[in-house]
């Protein structure tokens, strides 16, 4: 049986120049044009670093997006995720021809309608209706075609009282609510989304979903979606590409990517030198160690757990304006549990340096799991952490019936003391 592919990217890369001018010097400028009237290849495409932003690096030139291939069939629903960063947002400008690619090519059959920041596509001095009809024509529709659909895009969006309203006086949910409706409901072959769906509420964001399954599901079309947001990538995609520095890492199951995406984000842990963190520093998380029973062995349902915080405190903080916080996720980023104390008791020195979390009996199933950090001095932020370090839970006896407690996900309730 042969595959009906609709979307085929072969060898794309973008290359920045990174400062206030866009493209180079005159110099720069120069030189290309020496080289492209010789018929030599652009001398810039030879340089460059890979697009990690959290390093200073020593080019002026980095590849947003480097080598990238892959397919997508009719009907399917991509998930593209990965880090900030990693370059979704280039690849979807890219693909929906808002910028051009430095080198590569992109085979399409039928037309794209993109929704990447809030406002696309819309002019704001048009109302929503003029709007509608202009977006329409460029994706090649005729006048009646658009009349045919307005009605069901004012009533999806949920505009209706604001439609013959200039579109800057929106909220931006309500801009999402209709730019999405627009490019939804005007048929085009390939819709690409972007993050921009999180500005919506909720109800929006489940509607728009299910619209999404029923396109791709029920009428054919090719779904290509960006998101942070775990869960909805799971239920919505049929396929995941991982993008690690403006490269693939990984093209396959949704499960295994987001697996593989997850199991990137681990820190090591030993956090003193770890930079993506906010806050003022002054008590900041140095160390952590997590195990099950005893040191050497791994966390177990129903088994005794700890997680023990070494902290950085120089400044010898007193324990009394201290706060601290853990918040723990599933593999979806789904919040399992939020723990938070402020320290009330503590002998021998006035400076605290250790935390200890400790559960008689661990209440999750097995899997991966996720901790955000919080430590705040004198209700001032002083080390935030987002995923801080995650750790593996290993399926366990619970209930000491000889049985295994089956992997059901759901939301556990956890008991901890705190020792210090």
Not at 134 to 152: H, W
Not at 394 to 410: A, K
Request: aromatic fraction near 10%; hydrophobic fraction near 35%.
């Amino acid at each position: 049986m042969s595959r009906d592919v609709i979307l085929k990217v072969e060898n794309i890369s973008k290359q920045y120049r990174l400062g206030l001018v866009g493209t180079g010097t005159i110099s720069h400028d120069l030189n290309r044009w020496w080289h492209k009237v010789r018929g030599k290849e652009d001398p810039y495409l030879k340089i460059g670093e890979r697009n990690d932003r959290s390093t200073k690096g020593t080019s002026d030139y980095v590849w947003a997006l480097q080598d990238i291939n892959f397919e997508v069939e009719r009907g399917e629903v991509l998930g593209i995720i990965g880090k900030n960063g990693a370059g979704k947002s280039t690849l979807l400008k890219i693909l929906s021809k808002v910028t051009s690619p430095t080198t590569g090519e992109i085979k399409t059959k039928g037309r794209i309608a993109s929704l990447l920041e809030v406002g696309t596509g819309f002019h704001g001095e048009m109302t929503g209706r003029e709007n509608i009809f202009l977006n329409g024509a460029i994706l090649g529709m005729t006048k009646k075609e658009i009349a045919s659909k307005i009605d069901e895009i004012i009533d999806f969006s949920g505009c209706e009282r604001y439609i013959d309203t200039p579109v800057k006086r929106y909220s931006s949910g309500m801009t999402v609510r209709l730019a999405f409706a627009v490019a939804a409901f005007l048929e085009p072959e390939i819709l690409v989304i972007d993050e921009v769906l999180a500005v919506g509420d909720a109800e929006f964001q489940k509607k728009a979903i299910g619209k999404m399954q029923d396109i791709s599901r029920g009428e054919g079309r090719t779904v290509l979606f960006v998101s942070h947001n775990m869960a909805a990538v799971k239920s919505l995609c049929t396929r995941a590409i991982v993008l690690e520095k403006g490269k693939v890492g990984f093209s396959g199951e949704v499960e295994n990517g987001i697996n593989y995406y997850l199991d990137g984000t681990k820190s090591n842990f030993t956090l003193g030198q770890f930079k993506d963190r906010k806050g003022t520093g002054v008590v900041k998380i140095k160390r952590v160690m997590v195990f099950g029973s005893d040191t050497n062995c791994k966390p177990q349902t129903g088994k005794p757990f700890t997680i023990c915080f070494e902290l950085d405190n120089e400044h010898q903080i007193s324990y009394q304006d201290i706060s601290f916080d853990i918040r723990i996720d599933d593999n979806l980023g789904q919040r399992i549990s939020w723990l938070s104390t402020s320290l009330k008791q503590k002998t021998n020195e006035s400076d605290i340096n250790r935390l200890t979390f400790v559960m008689d009996k661990l209440q999750l199933n097995d899997g991966f799991y996720y901790v955000t950090t919080h430590i705040a001095v004198k209700k001032e932020v002083s080390d935030w952490i987002q995923n801080a370090f995650s750790f593996e839970v290993e399926q366990g006896d619970y209930y000491n019936t000889g049985f295994m407690v089956p992997n059901i996900q759901s939301k556990a309730l956890l008991n901890f003391t705190i020792e210090l």
